[in-house]
C-alpha cells in the first residue's frame, strides 16, 4: 500500500554570515528551508547583530541520548531490589552495550518505580549520531539481559514514555536528551537602535511579559521563548535531521538581562537540540552539501571536534538571531505585520 | 545577507488507502515526507486495519485559531473594569475584525489579568485558511482599538504567549487552538491478531502503562501519545503547512478501552491541528496535487464543506494508523528493532 | 474503628495591622496558626510596610466554584451533538440548579470531549460558601436529567478530576476556581531601604530569577512565588475552611516591576483562593471570633458586600507581606538562616 | 506587631487499626485532624480493607531533602568550568556539610545552567529530621565557600525555587524530595464487594478515566489522584509536621490493575513525603502522644529503624485507604452524596 516514491521540494536560503565564538570561532552562513519566508529576514537581521556585536558565544552543556524500558515485577520492594543490584553491576552493563555498537557507551541510568511498574531511562553517549536507533539497540540488549537475569519481571514495552521522544516533557529539560546548548550576545544601547531599532529595556521587559510570564499563564512547561520551532524546523529539514524533534527543542528558555554599562544580555537556552552528522537522511547530496558549508562534515579527520555538538551549536546561534530580532519588532507597535506583509508582497512578485 | 535561494528534497510515500467514516465516507491515500521510511510501513499497516475494521471514523470537535495581546495599566481594578466594557462591545470588536479580512470572525475573548499587565486572548474562525497572518492583523486592529479608547493603557506586545504559537501549553488543549479532531476505531480480535499480531488487552495495557503513565512520570503537560509528532512532521510538509506548528499539535492523547465484546476501541485526540488549504506554501504544485488527491482542493465549489477540517481529519486518521502500528509492535519484545533494521537494510539496497 | 475523638492545638498569633485598599479600605490584623514561627516575623514586617506605603491594594477579579462530572457515550459525534443541545438548555439546567440549593448558580459549562467519554465542568457561583458540598449537590442533579435524558449515555464518575480539587493543574488557573484576586502594592526606595533593607531593583531581579525562571526550571505549572503556601495553610486553619485546598491555592504568580520613579511595584495574583464564612469549619468559637475580627462575620447585614471574597482579598494581602519579606531577606546574602535562627533561639526560651 | 498567641483546636479522631506488611508488620490506629469529618469514615472503611485483604504493603524507595542556591557567573562557559570543578571536591564539600549538623549528609548535587546563571539543587539525607532548616545551613556553609573559591561569582540567592519547597513541580518528583513511599494492596472480587460495594474492574476503570486521563485533560503535572492532599493535611498536623508541604506531597500517582485471578491490585504512589519526627513542631504533649501511638518516637534506642520513613509509609498506607473508598463510592452513581450528606446531618446531631 505504499505507492509513487516521490520528492517534495521545501523553499531554501542560505542567510549569513553568523560570527560564532566560544566553543567555536568562525562566521558561517546557514540553511533555512520553510514555507514561511519571513523567518530568513529575521535570521539575516540577527545575523548581522552577530557581526556588529562581537559575536554569539555559543557553549555545550552536555549530550546524551535515551531511552527508557518498562518492566513490571511482583512488587515495589522486589523493583527496589533489582534497582539496587542493577546500579551495582554497571560494568557488565556497560559491556553489553558497547556489544551493540561501536559508539554507544552507557553514561547514566535513571529508575522511576511506580508500584509494580520500573520505568528504566538509560542514557548514552552516541558519538556523531543523533542516537535515535543506536539507543533502542543497546537498550534492546540491556532488556534482554536484565529479563534473562530476573525470572520475574515481565517485558512491558521497549518505550516507556519518559526517553521521551518527540513529545513535550520536563524530564528531559531536567535529566537532559541531546545536546544543552546556550547561545549568548551582549548588544550595546547604539547596536540595539542601529540594527534593532529598540532599546535593551524594552527587549528585557518583553522578555519578562511575554516569554517568561506569558508562557507561565499558558501553562508551559519548562519552555518560555518566542518561536524557536521556527528555526529548529528550517535547519532540521536541511541538515538531514528528524524534524520531529523540534517538539522536545522548543522547549528552551531566553534569559536576558541589563548590563551594569546599560547594554543588552541576551540569552538562548535549549537542553533539548537533536541532532548528529551521521545517520538517516545524511547521505542527500543537499544535506552533505550543507554540513560542508557548516565545516561538520569530515569528521573522521577529527580527533578533538565533536560534529553533532557543533551543528547543535551553530542552530542554537541562529535562534538567537530570529528569536532577538522577533522580540525587537514586537517591541514597536505595529511593526511585526508591516514586515510580514511586506515580505509577502515581496514573494508574490518572484 | 541572504543567498542562494534553492530547493531540497524530501523523499515521500503516498500511502494508502485509508478508510474514513464519521464527518465524511471515502477511501483516501496520502502523502508522507519524512527521512524516517519506517513511518511509511507504520501508516500502511493502519491502513489496511481500517479497510478490515470498517473504517476509522472522524469528528471535528471545534476550530479556532487565536492571537493573544499584552496590555500595561495603572493596576489590576483598572484593568478589571477594561475588561467588563470590553466584554460589552462585542459588536463594536467584531465590526473591526471583518473590515480586516473577508474570512475572519471573532468569536470569543479569554482575559488572563496579573497585575498591572492583562492578556487578551482573541479566538477566531479563519475560513480554510490556517489564520497565522489573519489573525494578527485583526489583533492588531482590535489593539488599536483599544489603545485608542483607553489612553491609560500601554502597548506591551502583539503577541503575549498565550495564543500560543509552535510552544508547549495546556491552554491550546483546554481552550481550544486550532481543528480539535477525534479519530476512532474499533478492532475485533481476529483483525487484531491478523494485522497487528497482538491482542486488544495487550494494546490497552501498553496505552496505559506507556502513553498514560509514562508521559504521566515523564513531567509531560496534556499530553499522552506513543509518536504523534511523526506523522503530523510527514503530512504538514507536503501539504504546503507550516509545519512548526506540530509543536502544539504533538500534544494529543491516546485513549483505549475494551468493549464488551472484547474488541478493541482505540482513538486518538488532537485538539490541536493547525493546518489550512489557502495561504503561504499551498501554491506549489506538489501541494496542489496532493490537496486534489485527498478531494481537498477546489473548495470555492463547495458550501458545506470545510477543507481545512477535512485536512485536519484526514491527517489525525492517519495519526490514528502509526499510533496502532507502533504500540502493537511494542507489544511483542523484539519487534520494533527487527522491523526497523529490516526496513532500513532494505533502504540501503535502493 | 473511629476513636477517641479530641483537639489538637496550634499555636497561633494575631499579627498585624495590615492596611488594605482597594475593593476595601481598612486596618485588619490576622490569625496565623503554625508551628513555623518565623512566618510571624514575616507577615509582621510586610503589615509594617503595608502601614507606610498607603497599604495593599487588592481586586477581585473572578468568582465561581467548579466540580466535573464524566459520561462514556457510543462515539465522539454522539457526545458532540449532545453537548450542542446541553448548550441550548441552559434554562432547564439553571432551573435544575436552583431547586438543590438556594444560593448555587450555574455560570458557565465546560466540556471536553476525549474519544468516547466527555468531561463536563459544572461552574457556579455559591454565595457566601466555598461550595464543596453544594456543587456536588448541583452537579449530582444535573448528571441525573442528563443520564434520564440522555439513556445512550453511562455512569462514569461524579468527579472527573478537571474541577479540579485539591490537586496541581492548569485548568483552575486557566478556568477560574474559586476566588482570583490580586495584590498590589507600591514602595518607595527609602521605605525599601527602612523596611526591607534592601532595594527595589534586588527584589525586582530576584523574583526574575528565582521566582520566574527557578519556577520554570523546576517544572512548574502556572506557579511562580516563593512560599504563598504558608500563609494559606496559616489562615485557613484558624477561619475554618478546608486547608487541603492549599494545594491549588499555592499556584499563584508574583509579579515585579521598576515604576518610573524608581519605586517598586511588588504583585501577588492568587487565581484559587477557596474559602467560604458559612458551612463546614465555621461553627467553633475560635472561628467566628476570627471572622468577627476580620470584620466578615454578620453577612446577613449585608447587601453589597461577599464576606468570602472580602476573605479571600485579606488572605491574599497577607500572602503579599509575608512574600515581599522573605524575598527581600533573600536578596541579602545569609539574612534568612541568621533570622530563622535567632527566632528559633527566642522560642526555645519561652 | 504580634499579638495575642493563642491556639486553635481542631477535631481529631483515632482511625484504625490499618495492618501494614512490607517495610513492616504492625497494625496501627492513625490521628487524623479535620474540619471534614466524612474523611475519618473514609479511611476507616479503608483500614477495615486493610485487614481483611493481609495488608497493605508499604516501601520507602527513596529519601532525600533538598535546597536549591543561585549564582551569577561571566558567562554559560565559566559556570561549566566551575561546575566541573565542583563535581570533583565532592569530599571538601561533604566535610563542609558535616560541619554545619550531626545529620546532614551531602548525597548529589544537579546543576542547570541558564545563561549566566548556576542553579545549584543540594541533595541531603538529614537523619530523622524532615530537614527544612538543616539543608537551609548546610547550603548556606557550600554557598559560602563556593563564593570565597569563586571571586567572580555573584550570589544571587539561598533559594532558587529548583528545591523546590511547597510548591508544585516536575523536579521533586523526577530527583526526589523528602521520602518516596509505595503503598500496596490486594484485594479479592469477594471483599471488594463486601466492603468496598463495587468490583475490581469498576476501580481500575474509574482510575484510568478519572485520575489518569482526567488528570491529564486538566492540565496536572506529575500528579493523578483522587485526594492526597485530605490525609495529608489530616495527618501532618496532628504529628507536628510543617503542613504546607502537602502541595508537593499532593503530587503523586494512584496505579491499579486487574490481577490474573481478577482480584485488584491497587497502589497509592508518593515521591514526596516531607516529614522528621524531631524538630519544630515535635515537643507538643499531643503529637508526641501520636508519635507514640505509631511507635515512632523513642527513636534513639533504635539504630535500625528510620522512624521518619516509617511514619511517612503509614501516612502513606493511610491515604490508600481513603483514595480506595473514595474511588469505590464514585464507582456507584448517587453514593458519595447520600455518604456526605449522612455524616453531616450525624455531626449536626453531636
Redesign the interface.
Same mark, same amino acid.
Given at each position: 500500500?505504499?505507492?509513487? =516514491? %516521490?520528492?517534495?521540494?521545501?523553499?531554501? $536560503?542560505?542567510?549569513?554570515?553568523i560570527k560564532i565564538i566560544?566553543?567555536y570561532d568562525e562566521q558561517v552562513?546557514v540553511?533555512l528551508?520553510t514555507? %514561511?519566508k519571513p523567518l530568513?529576514?529575521s535570521v539575516?537581521r540577527g545575523?548581522?547583530l552577530s557581526m556588529e556585536s562581537g559575536g554569539i #558565544?555559543v557553549?555545550c552543556?552536555d549530550d546524551r541520548m535515551t531511552r527508557?524500558v518498562?518492566l %513490571?515485577g511482583k512488587?515495589?520492594?522486589h523493583l !527496589?531490589k533489582i534497582k539496587t543490584q542493577l546500579l551495582g553491576q554497571q560494568n557488565k552493563l556497560q559491556e553489553i552495550v558497547v556489544n551493540t555498537s561501536n559508539h554507544a557507551k552507557l553514561i547514566n541510568m535513571h529508575f522511576?518505580?511506580?508500584? /509494580?511498574?520500573v520505568?528504566i531511562r538509560f542514557e548514552y553517549t552516541t558519538g556523531e549520531a543523533s542516537g535515535h536507533?543506536m539507543t533502542?539497540?543497546a537498550s %534492546?540488549a540491556l532488556?534482554n539481559y536484565i529479563?534473562s537475569t530476573y525470572k520475574d519481571l515481565k517485558?512491558?514495552? =521497549? #518505550?516507556?514514555?519518559?526517553?521521551?521522544?518527540?513529545?513535550?516533557? $520536563? =524530564? *528531559?529539560?531536567?535529566?537532559g536528551r541531546g545536546k544543552n546548548i546556550?547561545a549568548?550576545i551582549n548588544i550595546t544601547k547604539d547596536v540595539c537602535k542601529k540594527i534593532l531599532k529598540t532599546t535593551p529595556e524594552k527587549i528585557h521587559?518583553?522578555n &519578562?511579559?511575554? /516569554? !517568561? =510570564?506569558? #508562557?507561565?499563564?499558558?501553562?508551559? &512547561?519548562?519552555?518560555?521563548?518566542?518561536?524557536y $520551532? /521556527?528555526v529548529?524546523?528550517a535547519m532540521y529539514?536541511?541538515l538531514? @535531521?528528524?524534524? $520531529?524533534n523540534?517538539?522536545e527543542g522548543? @522547549?528552551g528558555?531566553t534569559?536576558t538581562?541589563i548590563n551594569k554599562d546599560g547594554s543588552l544580555?541576551f540569552?538562548v /537556552?535549549c537542553p533539548n537540540i537533536i541532532v548528529g552528522v551521521v545517520g *538517516?537522511?545524511k547521505d542527500?547530496n543537499?544535506v552533505t552539501k550543507y554540513l560542508n558549508m557548516l565545516n561538520c562534515k569530515n569528521y573522521s579527520n577529527s580527533n578533538t571536534t565533536n560534529y553533532s555538538q557543533k551543528i547543535a551549536s551553530i542552530i542554537t546561534a541562529t535562534i538567537l538571531c530570529s528569536e532577538i530580532s522577533l522580540m525587537a519588532s514586537?517591541?514597536n507597535?505595529?511593526e511585526?505585520?508591516r514586515a510580514?506583509e511586506l515580505i509577502?508582497r515581496k514573494g508574490k512578485n518572484k
Open positions: 500500500m505504499i505507492k509513487d =516514491i %516521490e520528492k517534495i521540494y521545501i523553499p531554501t $536560503a542560505v542567510v549569513g554570515p566560544g566553543n552562513s540553511p528551508s514555507y %514561511e530568513w529576514a539575516s545575523a548581522k #558565544s557553549t552543556i527508557s518498562v %513490571e512488587d515495589a520492594g !527496589l522511576q518505580i511506580l508500584g /509494580n511498574l520505568y536507533n533502542t539497540k %534492546e532488556l529479563l517485558y512491558v514495552s =521497549i #518505550s516507556g514514555n519518559i526517553c521521551t521522544d518527540k513529545k513535550v516533557s $520536563a =524530564i *528531559n529539560g531536567i535529566l546556550i549568548e521587559n518583553l &519578562i511579559k511575554k /516569554n !517568561l =510570564i506569558g #508562557s507561565i499563564l499558558a501553562g508551559s &512547561i519548562r519552555s518560555a521563548n518566542a518561536h $520551532a /521556527n529548529l524546523l529539514l536541511p538531514g @535531521q528528524d524534524a $520531529a523540534i517538539v522548543s @522547549q528558555i534569559y538581562s544580555y540569552s /537556552n *538517516n537522511g542527500y543537499f514586537q517591541t507597535r505595529g511585526l505585520m510580514h509577502e
